[in-house]
């Protein structure tokens, strides 16, 4: 069984260029389940629902929930307690890894590292998975966390320690963001635009909604 | 403490200047300083220093705009605003946390509720600053998330804002390349 993991920042991109089609098709081809914690939940649907700006967006993603395009962890018997005790776990891992002045610098939250907590219990029971994340920090974090130091330290110019601390949990996450979605959703067809351009107008999407993608990495993917 | 000695000094010297800066309506001066408490902001994290870069951010863009003008009795919100910055470097001095932190709400309560008729455009610039506030810390390195809750504002509108910014992510060197990372997703779609 296979599933991807939804962070908030490639739903609210898929919601912002008006995407959301192609995900059950996506999810049938594929046969995968797709996946939002409750934290992730909160941040996208519950908080946003009340503030009339975002209220279509928070609604458009829960009726993907009801439609149970979008499923919640707790249909395959994961409980919240799980998924809290991990992150817990994991934000303590992340928020105490660079030192500014000797103090340290939190630099994840709750609903990124459910993701993280969501994918470890889901590769303990065999589920082969993918995290969405848009968002850079949580994907260098796992991909290459000495970039964190140097982001941090180029732009704070103060002193910046990293700690040396075991990050071997977080090496074996695999990230996509919605640029790899919509990606693969153009090569399955699923788009539905007929054009020649329509691979590299989604990919340019993407980056203007939030994906941390540079123009560099959208030639790349304009020429596959 | 919850701040260190030198910050404390940095903090107490930036509103010093703030209120000088208010009084000869600089803005340039206002943005600056709201920068400068943007690394205090970063580093402890603390909603005083939030709220300090947020507000001397709208008071630099009320000013810029000439919106002072529009407001009756700009001269007594300042001198109002200028009292609270007072307060708010005694309780620096005496290592007061929660005065300091409630002075600086303050600040931003008395800017909204004096007003007047512009009250929902100062509301607006004060959300604007703490969208523009949040953009700049989601630069320093700190994922998204974190980023809004650390000023309050929801993940649409700090994803809305950082994504108008065109900001040019560098490519990281990372454990996955753009190719591998396109054909992961692409072979995980494609089979079953």
Not at chain 1, 109 to 123: D, F, K, N, P, T
Not at chain 2, 156 to 170: G, H, R, S, V
Request: aromatic residues 8%; contains cysteine.
């Amino acid at each position: 069984m296979k599933a991807v993991i939804f962070d908030s920042g490639v739903l609210i991109n898929m919601s912002l260029n008006g995407f959301f089609y192609i995900l059950e098709p996506l999810r049938k081809i594929s046969e995968c389940k797709f996946f939002i914690t409750k934290q992730v939940k909160y941040e996208i649907v519950d908080r946003p629902s009340k503030i009339p700006r975002f209220e279509l967006g928070a609604l458009r993603i829960k009726d993907l929930i009801d439609k149970k395009i979008i499923e919640m962890p707790d249909i395959l018997g994961i409980t919240d307690k799980e998924i809290s005790e991990k992150t817990n776990y994991f934000m303590d891992k992340a928020n105490r890894l660079v030192q500014v002045n000797g103090r340290w610098i939190e630099i994840v939250s709750e609903g990124e590292m459910s993701c993280l907590a969501l994918s470890s219990i889901l590769s303990e029971r065999s589920f082969e998975n993918l995290i969405g994340v848009d968002e850079r920090t949580t994907r260098i974090l796992a991909e290459n966390p000495r970039e964190i130091e140097k982001v941090i330290s180029n732009k704070i110019h103060q002193t910046t320690k990293m700690v040396k601390s075991d990050l071997s949990e977080f090496y074996k996450f695999k990230f996509i963001r919605t640029s790899e979605i919509l990606y693969s959703a153009f090569k399955l067809g699923l788009i539905g635009i007929k054009d020649s351009r329509a691979l590299e107008a989604c990919l340019y999407a993407s980056k203007f909604s939030g994906a941390s993608i540079s123009f560099d990495e959208i030639n790349i993917l304009k020429r596959l | 403490m919850f701040i260190e000695k030198d910050e404390v000094e940095h903090q107490i010297n930036v509103l010093k200047s703030a209120k000088e800066a208010l009084l000869e309506k600089n803005s340039l001066v206002l943005t600056e300083l709201s920068d400068q408490t943007l690394h205090c902001a970063l580093k402890y994290q603390n909603s005083g220093s939030m709220t300090m870069a947020v507000v001397l951010y709208s008071l630099s863009k009320i000013i810029e705009r000439k919106g002072y003008q529009k407001i009756k009795g700009w001269d007594s919100l300042i001198k109002k605003i200028n009292s609270l910055f007072d307060l708010t470097i005694k309780s620096l001095e005496d290592g007061n946390q929660e005065a300091y932190e409630d002075y600086l709400m303050r600040v931003r309560k008395t800017l909204e509720s004096n007003a007047g008729n512009l009250k929902p455009i100062i509301h607006d610039i004060l959300r604007k600053a703490s969208i523009n506030k949040a953009a700049k810390i989601y630069e320093h390195g700190i994922s998204l998330e974190r980023t809004a809750k650390m000023l309050g504002i929801t993940q649409w509108e700090l994803t809305d804002y950082t994504a108008q910014k065109n900001y040019n992510y560098p490519v990281i060197d990372s454990k996955l390349k753009t190719k591998e990372r396109a054909f992961m997703a692409l072979e995980f779609f494609r089979k079953k």
